[in-house]
């Protein structure tokens, strides 16, 4: 295993929550040793910047320079930049045994369908400022290849479940909600995402009970589901839609629950996506003997109640597996990194439908 290096990965989801920032020793294969986690979370200042910039973002026709989208990245730019610092001192790792930094960026708008997505991070400036090899721009050549660009994680997933009985299924709950199903042949990678996860819960949470999620699903477990909204819902073609599939995290509103009182929104809403998923479970080529839960709706205990009654499987957080499950994504980019150094593929066409396996990333080599 000489080529076993530690690399550094950063994600900034969808949710906006803060940056997630986790050192790996990796071979980009199958050796893969967590060393060091830290999240960082954004104030609420950073969020409303995060959050205007997506917003202004969705309305362009194709990504360009715009004063509030730039100042916007140097924001992502520099948190992240602090972020590696903090985890590096907390894991007495010294900037030049670092072989490489995987930095996701913050996703301002994801349009696949425009032949676009774009991901904020200013990956020149954070090598600069490291002294460390930087990847970035990790979607793009397979949006221009003609995949989704997302998700990219099942990689990582398929190397976390090296050892385990198949088929198994990974299920990430973000902002947005990606499943990954791992079958008993080689090469057998199946991923799409679900729908939305916790996005449409928070931002209920945020305008009816001034909270920015419904911490451990407490709110949830008070209210009632409304079957006809809830219906309504599901009625919605996409969920049938075969993958390859990904969203952005404005895909979906509130406008079917808006008449709903705070609680039986948030009942709904958390109903929605568990439906959501059992919906996705029937897409795919057999049932997981397991369904593998990680991203912070793992911690949404109605949430879990309610994925486990629609799927009839018992989801297990990533735990279970013995992976940190709020470190799993950064985890991924770092991984990826190395990937993408090595000139190995990060999407496949059971994944993103790129047309072939594909490599991807931009480099951005330490002076
Ligand atoms: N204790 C908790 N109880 C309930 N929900 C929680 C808890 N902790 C986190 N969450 C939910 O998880 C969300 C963050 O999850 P995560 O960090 O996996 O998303 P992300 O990485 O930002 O999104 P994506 O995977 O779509 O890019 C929060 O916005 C919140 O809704
Ligand atoms: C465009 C984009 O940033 N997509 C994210 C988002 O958050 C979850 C889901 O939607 C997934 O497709 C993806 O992230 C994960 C990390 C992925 O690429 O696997």
Known sequence: MSDVVLAVGLMSGTSLDGVD????????????????????????????TLRAATELALA????????????????????????????????????????????????????????????????????AALGISVVNDLRSADVAAGGQGAPLLPVYHRALAAGEAKPLAILNLGGVGNITWIGEAEGDLIAFDTGPANGLIDDWMERHA?????????????????EAVLKGMLANPWFDQPPPKSLDRSDFALDAVAGLSPADGATTLTAFTALTVERGL????SAPKRLIVAGGGRHNATLMAMLGEACGLRPEPIEAL??????TEAEGFAYM???????????F????????????GVLHKAA
Not at 322 to 327: F, K, S
């Open 337 to 347: 990194a190395v990937r993408s150094l090595k000139g190995r593929p990060i999407s």
């Open 210 to 226: 001034g909270r920015p999620y419904d911490e451990n699903g407490a709110f949830a477990a008070t209210g009632r589901v409304d």
């Open 322 to 327: 013995g992976w940190n499950g709020d470190a």
């Open 60 to 127: 362009f026709d194709s990504p360009r320079p715009n004063p509030e989208i730039l100042a916007a990245e140097d924001l992502v730019t520099r948190s992240h930049i602090l972020a590696v610092r903090k985890l590096l001192v907390d894991a007495q790792i010294s900037p030049a045994d670092v072989a490489v930094i995987g930095f996701h960026g913050q996703t301002i708008a994801h349009r696949p369908d425009r032949g676009w997505t774009w991901q904020i991070g200013d990956g020149p400036a954070m090598a």
């Open 21 to 48: 920032a986790a050192l790996i020793e990796t071979d980009g294969e199958a050796h893969v040793r967590p060393l060091a986690f830290r999240g960082e979370p954004y104030s609420e200042a950073a969020r409303a």
């Open 349 to 360: 066409p059971g994944t993103t439908g790129a047309p072939e396996a594909l490599a991807g």
């Open 282 to 285: 029937r897409l795919l080529p």
